[in-house]
């Protein structure tokens, strides 16, 4: 079973572009998750979706955005790129249980460099 | 709000030898599960072992065991028979029912050592 997908592994951009990071759950999972992990923040959570729909959204600005689409590969967006949004964004599938105790499977992350 | 707090930012453990990571959390809720992963330098964050917190038996996973302390809000993983690749950042993490929104400590970063 192929794993969670994240692309790109690498990205370099410069202040006030936009970015956008694409993530492919593994076969089955529905519910996609983003965080971002940052040497100062540490692990933050970011946005939840499941069949389409947003089920969560954390603390951070409107300029991050993400969407599921009807396959579960799931995109997120930075728009006006700053200086500490230099982060390895990582994506995580799972299982949605009846019981709750979805597992989740991260991927290798997208590590972004803005300038 | 949940928090979790991961006390100790570095350990150091020689190879063999059992070390023992701290996890304390604040949360109100009952039903809640706690994660401990492992990213080693390749960043893939890989699940070491979960605890379900309506269960009062502690979790193992081979070498990987817990002590969960529900009232005490504690949750401690301990790496018996250490070898050169646990060496890795671990983290603490802490979800509510029926979500996939993960509340991370900040991390311990373990060196194992010949």
């Known amino acids: 079973k192929a794993g969670v997908t994240q692309t790109p592994r690498y990205l370099i951009k410069t202040r006030g572009q936009q970015v956008t990071l694409s993530c492919s759950p593994i076969s089955g999972h529905r519910s996609v998750s983003w965080y971002q992990q940052t040497p100062g923040q540490g692990l933050q959570f970011l946005f939840e979706?499941?069949?389409?729909?947003?089920?969560n959204k954390g603390n951070f600005p409107g300029r991050f955005s993400g969407r599921q689409f009807s396959n579960s590969r799931s995109e997120m967006n930075v728009s006006t790129l700053e200086l500490g949004d230099s982060a390895l964004y990582l994506c995580a599938s799972s299982f949605r249980q009846a019981s709750g105790a979805n597992v989740l499977t991260f991927g290798a992350g997208s590590r972004l460099t803005v300038l | 709000a949940q928090t979790v707090t991961q006390s100790q930012p570095e350990m150091s453990v020689q190879e063999a030898e059992t070390v023992t990571l701290s996890c304390t959390y604040d949360t109100s809720e009952s039903d809640y599960y706690l994660f401990w992963y492992k990213q080693p330098p390749s960043r893939q964050m890989i699940l070491v072992i979960r605890?379900?917190?309506?269960?009062?038996q502690n979790a193992t996973e081979n070498r990987f065991s817990v002590n969960f302390q529900k009232a005490a809000k504690s949750f401690s993983l301990k790496i018996s028979d250490s070898q050169l690749g646990d060496a890795a950042m671990y983290f603490c993490?802490?979800?509510?029912?029926?979500?996939?929104?993960?509340?991370f400590g900040t991390g311990t970063r373990l060196q194992v050592f010949p």
């Open positions: 605890q379900e917190a309506y269960k009062q």
């Open positions: 993490a802490y979800r509510t029912y029926n979500t996939d929104k993960l509340i």
């Open positions: 979706y499941f069949s389409e729909t947003q089920r």
